[in-house]
């Protein structure tokens, strides 16, 4: 058996070396010389060819950076407020570039959807291809088989009709698919490959659809809930709502949810003594507007799943339960108050606001406006903060005052802001402004018996709930996941074909040639064809020495004692 070097280039191999691949053969240095159709020809070609697909897709990441750097309108219109004020200079030129609201600007979307027509041109005509070669069946073997950069060759005194059945036995064994081709055998594996190739791009297709189709009908709200509270999945119920282009009202899954209690434990000793343990909420929900009801418990990462939607677990924080009484013992106002957290132990703040039914000592109809600061755990002294997340030495701090709050002019206001411009405080003893710090069951007297304000015993939690809703989430997982199998497929699966020959030689004797070609360099081709050449060489083995030409050109390798060669050198 001999080695041959051979120049590695299927150029001059015909059929046999040609279409190793779907892509189509690109020609991108000479533009049509007239005619608009030509130009239109020319400009498809450039759009559907790989590198202007790879440019676009590069592109569209580069686009995506000033949507995650710079504040949008769709995630934060406050942000984006903000970020005017202190850039007066740069803002305008953000405005007409569009980079507040990058997913939703010309620009972005003229890429997204060029890499679409990129993608579906190149996958269309690529498809036919591979199709036609699945039904077509490999070439066959070119004249001058020692030119292929895989090849192999020795003498036996097998027929060469049994050596190509055998030869045919082998390669189908070893799942290539295989015919008789004249003197030869033909055999191609790896496609796969071409497969995997093809996947790939649909599945970036798919990707792209899934993730344009969940900007435009997704929603997005938030709800923040006090043990007790319940919920339906319906606009007027969010505390902030925000969606996609499309997105209609009626799209909303229809569900239900009762906050039953909210867990939060801590670490109470060493480095890491304040951080959470347990973070999670138990409620009960149910589908639908007569769905049976059902008890669940949500956990950060582990939401709820509804359909399309998922209800997850955001926030926490304190709720103290305070009753307002009028000058007469009227309770006037009695509600559990979620005050918002200022830090990781949970000082929080908020508004009490009392905007009906109180009177003062005088029966004047009046409004109260106080302001709370809470501290779970009160470290003594002048601490103004918190020491612990938890709730072991709870105070609640208020500042009250009386007059208009402001919610009668129609003016929308934060819950947990306090207008007082129409507002006058209450005076101690001394005339300053009124403060107390209260523990749980304490009161509060008002100067002039205007009342009193109680720190019930039960302090309650509330829970922050974020309810998203991406109808294509399940689509693009499955289209992430079918790109990255298929190109792992297009990566390490090599498309490769063989030839075995067996024709008699001048003296009688059989002689058989083997070679392989591969779409590139690999060290697989010839050690694959090594192997089979090595299998092919027991059943059909080396004529005797004594069979061989007496010529002085014979090969140095002694054929009795040939051995399928491990490849080509170059």
């Not at 569209?60 to 942000?79: R, V």
């Not at 949810?257 to 939060?264: C, I, V």
């Not at 040639?513 to 059943?539: F, H, I």
Request: net charge neutral.
């Amino acid at each position: 058996m001999s080695k041959t070097t051979t120049d590695t280039s299927p150029e001059g191999l015909g059929a046999a070396g040609s279409q190793l691949s779907t892509a189509p053969q690109e020609d991108l240095s000479t533009p049509p010389s007239l005619g608009v159709i030509g130009w239109a020809r020319w400009f498809w070609r450039q759009l559907t060819s790989m590198r202007v697909a790879l440019l676009l897709l590069l592109l569209l990441s580069l686009g995506a950076i000033p949507g995650s750097l710079i504040p949008q309108t769709g995630a934060d219109a406050n942000k984006v407020d903000d970020f005017r004020k202190a850039h007066s200079t740069l803002a305008p030129v953000y405005d007409k570039l569009g980079l507040f609201h990058v997913y939703s600007s010309v620009w972005f979307s003229a890429i997204y959807i060029l890499l679409f027509v990129s993608l579906i041109g190149c996958i269309v005509p690529r498809t036919w291809q591979f199709v036609g070669q699945l039904r077509g069946r490999p070439p066959g073997a070119p004249k001058r088989l020692d030119r292929l950069p895989a090849y192999t060759t020795w003498r036996t005194t097998a027929d060469p009709e049994q050596v190509r059945e055998r030869a045919l036995a082998l390669l189908k064994k070893r799942r290539f698919r295989a015919h008789l081709v004249g003197d030869a055998v033909a055999a191609e594996k790896g496609y796969v490959r071409e497969l995997g190739n093809l996947v790939f791009h649909i599945a970036l297709i798919v990707l792209l659809t899934a993730f344009a189709s969940g900007q435009m009908f997704k929603s997005d709200g938030t709800k923040l809930m006090v043990e007790g509270d319940g919920f339906s999945n319906a606009l007027p119920m969010y505390d902030d709502f925000k969606s996609g282009s499309m997105f209609q009202a009626d799209d909303l899954v229809p569900f239900s949810f009762d906050l039953k209690s909210f867990t939060g434990t801590y670490e109470m000793t060493g480095p890491n003594r304040g951080t959470p343990r347990t973070f999670q909420a138990s409620i009960a929900y149910s589908e639908g507007a007569y769905g049976k009801q059902r008890s669940t418990t949500v956990k950060v990462n582990e939401p709820l799943k509804i359909g399309d939607s998922k209800v997850y677990l955001v926030s926490h924080g304190y709720a103290p339960v305070i009753t307002v009484r009028d000058g007469t013992g009227k309770v006037v106002y009695r509600d559990a108050v979620p005050l918002l957290p200022l830090d990781g132990n949970v000082t929080s703040q908020g508004v009490i606001k009392v905007m009906d039914g109180y009177r003062d000592a005088q029966g004047t109809k009046e409004q109260l406006g106080i302001r709370a600061f809470f501290l779970p755990t009160y470290g003594g002294g002048a601490s103004v903060l918190s020491q612990f997340p938890a709730l072991l030495n709870p105070v609640l701090n208020l500042e009250p005052y009386h007059g208009d709050l402001g919610v009668d002019a129609g003016i929308s206001q934060s819950v947990y802001q306090l207008d007082q411009r129409h507002l006058k405080g209450y005076k101690d003893a001394k005339g300053a402004q009124l403060r107390d710090n209260l523990k749980p069951g304490q009161t509060m007297t008002l100067p002039n018996g205007a009342g009193t304000v109680t720190f019930e015993k039960n302090i309650k939690e509330w829970a922050g709930f974020e309810i998203v809703q991406e109808p294509g989430g399940g689509w693009a997982l499955g289209g992430a996941l079918a790109a990255i199998f298929g190109l792992a497929a297009s990566l390490f699966i090599q498309r490769r074909r063989v030839w075995v020959r067996a024709v008699p030689g001048p003296d009688g004797v059989t002689v058989v040639e083997m070679a392989g070609l591969g779409r590139s360099e690999s060290a697989k081709v010839p050690e694959e064809l090594a192997d089979l050449a090595g299998t092919l060489y027991d059943s059909a083995p080396g004529a005797p020495e004594s069979a061989a030409p007496d010529d002085d050109t014979n090969d140095d390798t002694d054929a009795s004692r040939a051995v399928p060669a491990e490849g080509a050198e170059k």
